[in-house]
């Protein structure tokens, strides 16, 4: 009888814990194989359908090798066209510019740092792209990128 109550349990507890972040429609970490970015790395996430209107953020997983304050991000939005619609260059604070610590959460010397893009993501859009703008080779102290997409609350096909 233990068992069996031990078992619904658990079942109770993994149905409770998969059920929160309801908002959570996309997400996805590639990890760096150096825990660098080079210039040329392209990282790429590939978008699938969805009956809600989303915002977009992304994911910076990086470690104390990192050497600047900020990583300049450029993301680039293509739709099923495989057409550019949109590109911007995003600015992500990694470290406080007064005291030096990270901005991300993390422990030990690795953190993660999440932002807001500032876009929304439709069912006209089928992958996001990012490249690292800081104008060297390669970029130290970088472990993974993600990408997450969350609905958006006033979206009328709620």
């Known amino acids: 009888m233990t068992n069996k109550l031990l078992i619904v349990f658990v079942s109770c507890i993994g ?4 059920s929160c972040g309801g908002d959570r429609v996309f997400e996805e970490y590639h990890g ?20 809600y209107n989303t915002t977009a953020l992304v994911s910076i997983k990086y470690n ?13 939005l293509t ?3 495989n057409n550019n619609i949109e590109s911007q260059l995003v600015n992500i604070r990694l470290f406080d ?12 010397s690795t ?10 993501i439709n069912n006209n859009y089928s992958k996001v792209q990012f490249i690292q703008y800081m104008r ?10 993600g990408f997450r997409q969350n609905k958006i609350h006033n979206d009328s096909s709620n």
């Open 111 to 120: 953190y993660t740092r999440m932002d807001t893009l500032p876009l929304q």
């Open 32 to 51: 760096m194989e150096s825990k660098s970015w080079l210039i040329t790395d392209t990282v790429s996430f590939y978008l699938s359908p969805t009956k």
């Open 15 to 18: 149905m409770m814990l998969f």
């Open 79 to 81: 739709d099923t066209l």
């Open 136 to 145: 060297v080779d390669k970029l130290e102290g970088i472990e993974a990128i």
């Open 97 to 108: 510019g007064q005291s030096g610590k990270p901005t991300g959460k993390g422990y030990g």
């Open 64 to 76: 104390s090798d990192y050497a600047y304050r900020n990583l300049y991000v450029k993301y680039i």
